[in-house]
């Protein structure tokens, strides 16, 4: 009797305070996921009236699929680069700017406004950037190496891409730290402080278990956008030049609704959920871990 | 599409059961069917009430340029037919046609009329309307309907024709003392390049986009195979079927010896990649160089730097030292937009409505005017005698009165896709011609063309 | 000797900030400057501050997004989304976070997990049971979807810093007597505030901006959002530069103004924190 009444408090309690954001999750993301799993095993090409159950055969073809593989190989290296530079640059401009420089606020905003620039437009300004004015001024001022647009060397145009992803999301996730050093209490600097604790002792020991938090969310995030990435991979170089940039997210997307092999997309989307699940997973359990422990 | 929806309610039903112990008693085949019908009758609503037979219907355009010029026409369409209202939707950029309306079908949510590309066509045959009866269809130009038939169906209405070649700057040339139309072999261009050059401008810029490069530039040797569908379907299934090779073929080699000719005068040589289609208009508009590969949809781009100046044509690209070849004459030309009319979603006032719409275009004075003078638009028909207003259409317009045209080969994004990124190699210099075979088989031996 | 040394760090700081400041606003400024133009002097002369058009660009551009409605619908949708997502996560959060219970867990996981899926994924199943089969593909939909697609973010922010603050707080409230839902909104939620607004700030910008879920959605023109009415811009074989520029600085303006805006909230909110 008791037993059953502490499971109703419970099942109240959770309803009140997780209720509606259960709902929204299992109806919008849970049923249509299931929806889509159901489909990779059909031969469903995104049109057609008629489909049919094709078992495992669409997961076969991904591992034999070597542009698949070369596509995940080229994601990963990006993921890495941008991942590090990112974090590494946000940290440092929100240190900065929670450090009481003049005028941070105004340059909090101007660190901001990348993010302001959306998908295919953000594109055509820096394709522009790349193509025109990076190469004028290298005319001009005779650096041999902007005279060729970065864009147009399969080398280069990977670079100009992790360049482009570090400029954007560096404003966003620097924003996600301020929150992190502004949640350090002054009487912990303080206490630590007068303890003499000093200089890099002082971020070792007091800040970083504080902002621990944020290196969570901002590498989380930062995975899950690289790797997800397709807006500016579209706009900026359209997988070329020759394929060379093609990211894992243009590739499939490409098999899915251009190749019109709907079901194959969805299995090599399922895959790459399932791959990047198991990092960041991975990453946010560790990183979680390392808060408790601070 | 009913079968995946009764396995959906019953995956949704599960989940919810489960998760809320939320009961499912709808039967799944009458729930779809009151969506059919709501969806209609919503349609019918929305309309201004008291016009017992009003009914609207939705144009997905994918020529983001015509916009205006589309929703003009359909006002003036309104005038005649008040009962019918027609609302053109945009089609943004960085979506592909088919895919947005892959998503409409899914969401059950489909305009009337869609523009697609003609190599598209064919995925939607289950859900377009049979046009074969139509009475344009015996106006239609000859070829003009190739690409638009699956299983024996016409389903696509020919909405536009372009043609594809090197665009010339009369102005240009004329400063260098060349006649362009007296080009129609390789070493005529080229030394048309190099006069060009010796009056201190620049031959000719190459687009390095992996569309221009493969369903346009590459595709003419496959135009240049033959001046009829059959053969050249032919020579296609030959690639696809391995019996026959690309590197041994006459007119691809002679093509590619001319895109060696123009990658030497190419005005980016130092960078080919770097040429975008955004900034080759002020390159060719503002007489910098004398030729730019490109269709005549890049009028509206090359005014704006063109000034007063509006002698612009085309030439043929030439596959051949041989002038009399048949490549070096004819202009590769196609219907590269299609109109396809939706059945599954569509009231019969709706399907109707939309025909009505397209005889509009096409036997109306009003809609000829809209078609041809306001969207600069090349007709698929021949019952419309209206001039095109712009250079580049009206030079093609010449090549067709003339008989002078090939066909077009419009294949799938698959081939443009991996034929164009192997011509971007090329154009780069990072393959030899070699190389550019190997992939180009490889693109062919990959079962995509069927 | 020691303020001297301050003083350089300060002007060390400030060049660093600068350079950076100019690469990161360049674009921006870039925009911003060009947005004057027409296309023709964008494409001729992108660097120099000459052959503006006045705002010839704003005025068409305004014309052609119908900004007013447009702007009317993106800010009710916005409003609303953001306000649930921020009402119904932060709960959800804060009980995820004091309360252990094994569903508890899954679920954060398992939103954690969801926050991977590429929305490619899930787009054709989401509008087939929307649209296919519930037909109710309209601005409140995409609102409740918003909560669905944003509640997994803004759940894992908040349970990150609900777990910094100390339990001594609430477990003297619940001494006096208060319940759960009174120590969550008299203890927790006013020491949350500079999370909220960062939440705020991130979702409105994601809301504010995104074009491909409203592009499903929103099947009446009359619904239509800035994104979604900017895309009369761009034509299959030519772009209007100046056109587009124009109409992103319309789109920009007001989250830019927000974001300015909330900022001095932020500070606010932790000076207040910190005098308690």
């Not at chain 2, 221009?212 to 530039?217: P, Q, V």
């Not at chain 3, 979702?203 to 994104?227: G, H, Y």
Request: aromatic share 12%.
């Amino acid at each position: 009797m008791k037993k059953q009444n502490a499971l109703l408090t419970k099942l109240f309690t959770y309803t009140v305070f997780a209720g509606p954001v259960t709902l929204a999750f299992f109806t919008v993301i849970i049923i249509p996921f299931l929806y889509g799993l159901f489909l990779t095993f059909t031969n469903w090409d995104g049109v057609a009236s008629n489909f049919a159950m094709v078992g495992f055969e669409n997961y076969k073809t991904i591992f034999k699929d070597s542009g698949f593989i070369q596509s995940l190989k080229l994601t990963f290296k990006y993921v890495i680069f941008t991942v590090a530079i990112t974090n590494a640059v946000s940290f440092s401009l929100a240190a900065i700017l929670t450090s009481g420089t003049k005028g941070q606020n105004f340059f909090r905003a101007g660190f901001f406004t990348p993010n302001l620039i959306g998908g295919v437009a953000l594109g055509y300004v820096w394709q522009f950037f790349f193509n025109n004015i990076l190469t004028y001024m290298g005319k001009t001022i005779e650096i041999p190496t902007l005279q060729a647009s970065f864009l147009s060397s399969p080398g280069q145009a990977f670079w100009a891409l992790v360049m482009v992803a570090v400029w954007q999301y560096s404003g966003y996730m620097m924003i996600i730290y301020i929150t992190g050093f502004l949640n350090v209490p002054k009487d912990v600097l303080e206490a630590a402080s007068i303890d003499g604790a000093e200089g890099w002792t002082r971020v070792k020991h007091v800040i970083m278990p504080l902002i621990m938090p944020s290196f969570t969310i901002s590498v989380f995030l930062t995975l899950q956008r690289t790797f997800m990435v397709y807006d500016v991979n579209l706009a900026l170089t359209k997988g070329g030049p020759f394929k060379t940039t093609e990211l894992i997210s243009m590739y499939v997307y490409k098999k899915a609704f251009n190749e019109r092999a709907y079901g194959i997309g969805q299995a090599q989307a399922v895959v790459l959920f399932i791959i990047v699940a198991i990092i960041s997973i991975t990453q946010v359990y560790l990183s979680k871990k390392k808060e408790v422990e601070a | 599409m009913n079968k995946s929806k009764k396995v959906l309610s019953l995956l949704l039903c599960g989940v919810m059961g489960l998760s809320f112990g939320v009961g499912c008693a709808k039967d799944p085949a009458v729930s779809s069917n009151q969506n059919q019908t709501s969806e209609s009758q919503s349609a019918a609503n929305t309309d201004k009430a008291g016009q017992g037979e009003a009914v609207k219907i939705a144009f997905l355009n994918s020529k983001g340029e015509i916009q205006a010029q589309l929703e003009n026409m359909a006002k003036s369409f309104n005038e005649d037919y008040p009962n019918i209202t027609v609302e053109i939707m945009p089609c943004p950029v960085g979506q592909s046609p088919t895919e947005i309306l892959t998503t409409m079908y899914a969401a059950n949510n489909t305009p009337a009329i869609v523009m697609l590309d003609p190599a598209d066509v064919a995925a939607f045959k289950d859900k377009a309307s049979d046009l074969s009866d139509e009475k344009w269809v015996s106006d239609a130009m000859p070829g003009s309907l190739d690409t638009l038939k699956a299983d024996d169906k016409l389903i696509g209405f020919p909405f536009a024709v372009e043609g594809w070649g090197l665009i010339y700057n009369k102005a240009v040339l004329d400063e260098a003392g060349v006649d362009a139309s007296a080009i129609n072999t390789t070493s005529e261009l080229e030394d048309a390049f190099k006069k060009i050059e010796a009056s201190g401008k620049k031959g000719v810029v190459i687009t390095s986009a992996d569309w221009s490069l493969g369903a346009h530039l590459f595709t003419t040797a496959y135009s240049g195979q033959a001046d009829n569908m059959s053969d050249i379907k032919a020579f296609l299934n030959g690639l696809a079927g391995g019996s026959t090779q690309i590197k041994d073929n006459a007119v691809v080699n002679g093509l590619l010896d001319t895109f060696d000719v123009m990658k030497k005068y190419n005005i980016a040589k130092s960078d080919p990649l770097s040429a975008t289609y955004e900034t080759n208009p002020e390159v060719i508009g503002s007489e910098k160089v004398g030729f730019w590969f490109m269709g005549n949809w890049a009028w509206s781009p090359i005014k704006d730097f063109a000034g007063d100046n509006t002698a612009f044509g085309f030439i043929p690209v030439p596959v051949s030292n041989n002038e009399a070849d048949y490549g070096n004459n004819h202009m590769p030309a196609a219907t590269t937009k299609a109109l396809i009319l939706d059945t599954a979603v569509n009231s019969k006032e709706q399907q109707e409505a939309a025909k009505t719409f397209l005889n509009w275009i096409v036997y109306e004075a009003k809609g000829q005017k809209g078609l041809v003078e306001e969207c600069s638009i090349i007709p698929a028909f021949t019952n419309i005698t209206l001039e095109i207003n712009d250079p580049l259409g009206k030079s093609i317009q010449s090549y067709i009165k003339d008989g002078k045209t090939s066909i077009g080969v419009m294949l799938s994004n698959k081939h443009w896709g991996d034929v164009g990124a192997a011509m971007q190699k090329y154009l780069g210099d990072y393959s030899t011609r070699e190389e550019l075979f190997a992939e180009i088989t490889t693109y062919w031996t990959s079962g995509d063309y069927k | 000797m020691n303020s001297s040394k301050k003083k350089i760090t300060a002007l060390s700081k400030l060049v660093i900030l600068s350079t950076f400041f100019l690469l990161y606003l360049g674009p921006m400024l870039f925009v911003f400057l060009n947005s004057f133009k027409p296309n023709k002097e964008i494409i001729l002369n992108p660097l120099t501050l000459t052959g503006y058009s006045g705002i010839q660009n704003y005025i068409s551009a305004a014309e052609k997004m119908k900004y007013i409605a447009a702007f009317g619908n993106s800010l009710f949708i916005t409003i609303i989304s953001v306000g649930l997502i921020i009402f119904t996560s932060s709960m959800t959060a804060y009980l995820f976070c004091r309360k252990k219970w094994v569903i508890n867990n899954l679920m954060f996981y398992g939103m954690i997990a969801a926050m991977i899926l590429p929305f490619q994924a899930l787009m054709i199943p989401l509008v087939s049971i929307y649209g296919g089969l519930l037909n109710v593909l309209n601005k409140w939909t995409l609102i409740y979807m918003y909560i669905g697609f944003g509640a997994p973010l803004a759940v894992f922010m908040y349970h990150g810093f609900i777990k910094g603050i100390p339990l001594e707080l609430e477990e003297a409230a619940q001494i006096d007597g208060a319940n759960s839902i009174q120590v969550f909104t008299k203890i927790i939620w006013p020491i949350l505030k500079p999370t909220t607004f960062t939440i705020m700030i991130l979702d409105v910008l994601w809301i504010w901006n995104d074009f491909l879920l409203p592009s499903l959605i929103l099947i009446e023109a009359k619904d239509r959002t800035l994104p979604l009415s900017t895309f009369y811009f761009y034509g299959t074989y030519s772009v209007d530069l100046g056109l587009m520029m124009a109409g992103l600085v319309l789109i920009i303006t007001p989250v830019l103004i927000l974001y300015l805006f909330l900022q001095k909230y932020i500070l606010e909110g932790v000076v207040q924190g910190a005098i308690k």
